[in-house]
């Protein structure tokens, strides 16, 4: 028998067994989802739900708004004037950069018979998120408010080079009030009666409206932000994900994001400060729908009337509207032309006009549909710096990991096909004892686990837009509730995995003498340069399994990140 084959013989003796191969990709696998498990829970964040389930009941059904008019004073109401339009065009400069946007303002006012000047109220009216325009924005609501004798004033949303995640509420308010006092000096406005009309997001913004402006004379708020950003968000998405019907386990993901520290990246708009006393210091009239799934309105509500008595204002109207939604229309808002709930246009021009007129409202002050909440405001988010660089390392690693793995692929199936071309037979990786075929397993098996995550949670945003927009919530919830547990069972088969190639690993290395100490004597030279390869015999098959190992473990750590092996 020669050297070689006495080699042979002895390597094939040291081959592991079934049952030793499983005692030791066992303990490996324990390890591996402990990693995991412990990841899960270290980054998990506590989020109180509680109280949930909470009302107010209104002290009559009826939303009419009345006042006490014994002194007979001539009240404007729908359509008591005709209405004209013109557009101006301002320029509005953002405060902390200098930037300058030319505003498109839509100026609608009351036809005033010829020779007749008369010194009317005025509304400028504030966009809530997105990108609205002059023209496409509040048309119905300001020409009813037109109609009733308000100058009504719509202007392009001020956003500058801003987006949805940076906006520049501060600058914002400037511009709004550039607006107001652009009204103030026209003759047929009297300057001590123009109010605010603030809608959602704005509501974040008209307190430093009035903050800066002592002169604003009243406020109608829509669905109004009572807590800050990072608060009033967390929760809506909280609430939103429970009533699409997505599993439990996507609130991990609501948890983590809204603990993010921002400001590490330049943007302090999650923490906008909103305890402002002085905002609801005026005349203010607060508008919810019963199908808004935005905004927390008993605590809000609250909120808003404690800022008000401590301001020294008991004049707080509060108007909740069935089967409304976020901006208090009837139906789907992805539909053009949903109309306004009920009375809701009556009623906002007759407490308007009542208001401006200085007249005391015999109305009650908080009236229609029972309020409701169905959980708690996060009132506890805070940024965590800790977590978010841990968690930005996570995610960032995994994606340029993958790439890089994507390109190599890419780079690998190049030269495959260029030697298929040239008849050259010889292989790309040389993958030796059926590493090849388990490493594509585990990676197609990951890769496709990853995206059933992205399907999932994608099916989940795009169910709480629909419910924002006033849709109701399908009854049957699919992938937004099975895709989670099943990412998790396949997870943790992909962790198996991941242990018995390591074993097989260590079982290799073991009878080519890597294992042993000292090592066998040039075993680590022969492994390196493909003579007696552990899994492959290409340098290049070599730095690819290595590779695919880190961008598939990355997904695990991105997983666990998540929350995905909190079980």
Request: net charge negative; charged share 15%.
């Given at each position: 028998m ?10 094939h ?36 739900r509680?109280?949930t ?16 008019n ?57 966009h ?64 001590d ?22 002169r ?37 993901i ?6 993010a ?49 401590r ?11 069935s ?14 032309g949903?109309?306004f ?51 930005t ?28 071309v ?12 059926g ?62 995995a ?68 909190i079980?």
């Amino acid at each position: 028998m020669s050297a070689d084959e006495s080699v042979s013989v002895s390597r094939h003796r040291d081959a592991w067994s079934l049952g030793h191969r499983l005692l030791v990709t066992i303990p490996i696998f324990i390890i591996l989802l402990g990693v995991l498990v412990t990841v899960s829970n270290l980054t998990s964040v506590p989020w109180k739900r509680e109280p949930t389930e909470q009302s107010i009941a209104t002290l009559s059904p009826d939303t009419a708004v009345t006042f006490d008019n014994s002194q007979g004073l001539p009240l404007a109401h729908k359509g008591s004037f005709e209405v004209e339009s013109h557009t101006v065009v301002l320029d509005i400069v953002r405060p902390a950069t200098g930037e300058v946007q030319h505003v498109n303002v839509l100026i609608r006012q009351p036809s005033d018979p010829a020779g007749v000047e008369t010194k009317h109220p005025a509304v400028v009216f504030m966009h809530g998120a997105g990108y609205g325009t002059a023209e496409n924005s509040f048309g119905d609501v300001a020409q009813d408010l037109s109609s009733a004798g308000f100058v009504t004033a719509v202007l392009d949303k001020p956003v500058w080079s801003t987006s949805d995640v940076n906006r520049d509420y501060l600058g914002s308010a400037k511009a709004y009030d550039q607006v107001v006092e652009y009204l103030r000096d026209q003759k047929n406005v009297d300057p001590d009666k123009v109010g605010l009309y603030a809608t959602s997001e704005s509501t974040w913004i008209s307190p430093y409206v009035i903050k800066y402006d002592k002169r604003i004379a009243f406020q109608l708020l829509l669905s109004p932000m009572a807590y800050e950003p990072r608060q009033s968000l967390g929760f809506f998405v909280a609430q939103d994900f429970s009533l699409v019907g997505a599993n439990n386990g996507y609130q991990s993901i609501v948890r983590r994001l809204f603990h993010a520290d921002t400001t590490m990246f330049g943007n302090d708009t999650l923490d906008f400060p909103m305890d402002l006393p002085q905002a609801y210091s005026v005349p203010t009239m607060v508008v919810y729908g019963s199908k808004d799934v935005l905004t927390a309105q008993v605590e809000g509500l609250e909120h808003i009337l404690d800022s008000a008595h401590r301001s020294g204002n008991q004049n707080v109207t509060v108007r909740s509207y069935s089967v409304a939604n976020h901006v208090l229309r009837l139906g789907d808002e992805a539909e053009t032309g949903t109309p306004f709930a009920d009375d809701y246009i009556n009623d906002v021009v007759s407490w308007s006009v009542g208001t401006v007129s200085g007249l005391k409202q015999t109305s009650e002050p908080i009236a229609g549909t029972t309020i409701r909440q169905s959980i708690a405001v996060p009132v506890e988010l805070e940024a965590d710096r800790r977590l978010t660089v841990y968690g930005t390392i996570v995610n960032a690693s995994m994606m340029v990991l993958l790439v890089v793995t994507l390109l190599v692929a890419l780079v690998a199936c190049g030269i495959k096909i260029f030697r298929v071309v040239r008849h050259d037979r010889a292989k790309v990786f040389g993958f030796v004892r059926g590493f090849g075929g388990e490493l594509s397993a585990i990676a197609v098996t990951t890769s496709a686990t990853l995206v059933l995550f992205a399907a999932g949670l994608g099916q989940v945003i795009m169910a709480v837009v629909k419910l924002g927009w006033g849709s109701a919530p399908t009854e049957d919830p699919g992938m937004m509730y099975w895709s989670w547990p099943v990412i998790q069972v396949v997870s943790i088969l992909v962790v198996w995995a991941w242990a018995h190639i390591l074993a097989r690993c260590i079982e290799v290395a073991q009878t080519h003498g890597l294992a042993q100490i000292p090592p066998r004597k040039d075993a680590i030279h022969d492994a390196l340069h493909g003579r007696e390869p552990v899994f492959a015999s290409k340098r290049f098959g070599r730095l690819f399994f290595w590779l695919v190992a880190a961008a598939m473990f990355s997904v695990l750590l991105f997983f666990a990140f998540w929350g995905l092996f909190i079980f």
